[in-house]
């Protein structure tokens, strides 16, 4: 028997249910939004004003900090409508883990986790839920699997990296934060955030779990 799982196990849970894990396949979380007239990629976002929108501290899209890093992107005074997952998931796990290392506020306030008491917020379930109330509400800001963006031609933004790079979301950008981890002999790593100019920063992988002895191996 084996699971799929987006939060790797660390060391000493391993040991304890006698599970052996290892990554099978690397992917992007993209911000995706609805704010007319923005097209995909034109829109550049960072980790601290990510935090602060879902901590429901910038309710604006003209709000400062955003057309700080958009100075050529007329921006509508509209009010934001921030969208989360309802459910349990990997990919909230992945967005959460990210906001914790880039807003400290968040990180204290909110923390990480499959599940989070989220601050504010429409919820949907599942990538689809995320995805088909982003479309809906003028708007909306919510963050997805990358595929589950190419797939509805969502209009997803750029971010700045921790290198200060505005990089978008690509393979080339995915494979360039995988390529900067730090594996250990366990494979627990967390490939948000990673350094690297060219990395995409909310970036996981899918890890497989294994019972580390098996009866009928």
């Known amino acids: 028997d084996f699971a799929g799982s987006d939060a790797p196990l660390k060391d000493e849970e391993l040991a304890k249910e006698g599970l052996f894990q290892f990554p099978t396949v690397v992917g992007g979380v993209v911000p995706v939004v609805n704010v007319p007239g923005?097209?995909?990629?034109?829109?550049?976002?960072?980790?601290?004003?990510?935090?602060?929108i879902y901590l429901g501290k910038i309710k604006k899209w003209n709000d400062p900090a955003i057309a700080a890093l958009n100075p050529k992107v007329k921006l509508p005074d509209t009010d934001i409508a921030v969208v989360r997952r309802a459910d349990g998931s990997g990919t909230s796990f992945i967005w959460t883990?990210?906001?914790?290392?880039?807003?400290?506020?968040?990180?204290?306030?909110?923390?990480?986790g499959t599940t989070v008491n989220w601050p504010t917020g429409t919820g949907g379930k599942g990538?689809?839920?995320?995805?088909?109330?982003?479309?809906?509400?003028p708007g909306a800001v919510g963050y997805?699997?990358?595929?589950?963006?190419?797939?509805?031609?969502?209009?997803?933004?750029?971010?700045?990296n921790s290198t200060g790079t505005v990089v978008e979301p690509k393979t080339e950008t995915?494979?360039?934060?995988?390529?900067?981890?730090?594996?250990?002999?366990?494979?627990?790593?967390?490939?948000?955030?990673?350094?690297?100019?060219?990395?995409?920063p909310v970036v996981g992988a899918t890890f497989v779990l294994l019972h580390a002895k098996q009866d009928k191996p």
């Open 38 to 52: 923005v097209k995909a990629g034109e829109l550049t976002l960072s980790g601290p004003v990510l935090g602060d």
């Open 127 to 137: 990538n689809d839920g995320v995805a088909a109330f982003v479309q809906r509400l």
């Open 97 to 112: 883990n990210y906001l914790s290392k880039v807003n400290d506020e968040w990180k204290s306030k909110v923390g990480e």
């Open 144 to 160: 997805v699997e990358w595929a589950y963006a190419k797939k509805n031609n969502m209009t997803y933004t750029a971010l700045k």
């Open 174 to 200: 995915f494979k360039a934060a995988a390529a900067g981890a730090n594996w250990t002999k366990s494979f627990y790593q967390i490939l948000t955030n990673q350094p690297g100019k060219e990395a995409w």
